[in-house]
């Protein structure tokens, strides 16, 4: 049983296109975020859910629009997609309300705008 | 905001040494240290975590130090094996602070 599961684990699209990833946890984890990795590999987190309520949004440009239909739900849909938003999705979840608690990471979505 | 820094940012040593990896905090008043291990092409996962409370913790060969006067912390590995090939980040939070921010994460190598 995978623990936190992203879908696509690979994304190739065109400059412009609109795309979707869609992750789920099946921990009863309270709080889930999306993270994103780039070439560098920097890990920087964008936004922040905690029972479908959003706590964080990391100045990410509002192409990037996450939706929490459920707290075991959290999906990344990005509008008019730039070469720059080329990267490693992390989608990630954590028990509790607080967040000084261990992530649990999925297995990220590659995505590649050309 | 919270700030992390983390080095060296690559580490080469041989199978068998030990590895250091240290990391400095900004915000006083963070209090969870966790580290989180990513091997090529996989998802980072926690390896260990200390919470300010605690000055040290060990897991097998691997320890984490925590020193809050200083703000900073560090892993150590012993006996270094070539599975422990990876990218290592380090990463502090608070619980007000509702995120936890990642060090830029050290490229380390185990030698044969």
């Known amino acids: 049983d995978t623990a936190v599961s992203q879908t696509p684990k690979y994304l190739v699209t065109q400059m412009g296109n609109d795309k979707s990833i869609k992750c789920e946890q099946n921990l009863g984890h309270d709080t889930m975020y999306w993270y994103k990795q780039d070439s560098k590999k920097f890990l920087k987190i964008m936004f922040s859910?905690?029972?479908?309520?959003?706590?964080i949004n990391e100045t990410v440009p509002n192409r990037f629009s996450p939706k929490s239909p459920d707290k075991a739900h959290l999906n990344l849909h990005i509008n008019s997609l730039e070469l720059g938003d080329s990267a490693v999705y992390f989608c990630?979840?954590?028990?509790?309300?607080?967040?000084?608690?261990?992530?649990?990471f999925g297995n990220g979505t590659r995505l590649t705008v050309t | 905001g919270e700030n992390v820094e983390q080095h060296p940012s690559t580490l080469s040593v041989q199978e068998g040494d030990s590895a250091v990896i240290k990391c400095t905090y900004s915000?006083?008043?963070?209090?969870?240290f966790p580290w989180y291990k990513q091997e090529l092409g996989k998802r980072p996962q926690l390896i260990i975590d200390?919470?300010?409370?605690?000055g040290e913790k060990k897991d097998q060969r691997i320890a984490v130090t925590l020193n809050k006067t200083a703000k900073h912390f560090s892993l150590h590995i012993t006996e270094t094996q070539p599975e422990d090939s990876a990218v290592y980040f380090c990463?502090?939070?608070?619980?007000?602070?509702?995120?936890?921010?990642f060090g830029s994460g050290t490229r380390l190598s185990i030698r044969p």
């Open positions: 990630a979840s954590s028990p509790g309300t607080g967040y000084n608690s261990p992530l649990h």
């Open positions: 200390i919470r300010s409370n605690v």
């Open positions: 859910y905690n029972n479908k309520e959003l706590i």
């Open positions: 915000d006083s008043a963070s209090n969870y």
């Open positions: 990463a502090a939070s608070k619980a007000s602070a509702s995120k936890i921010i």
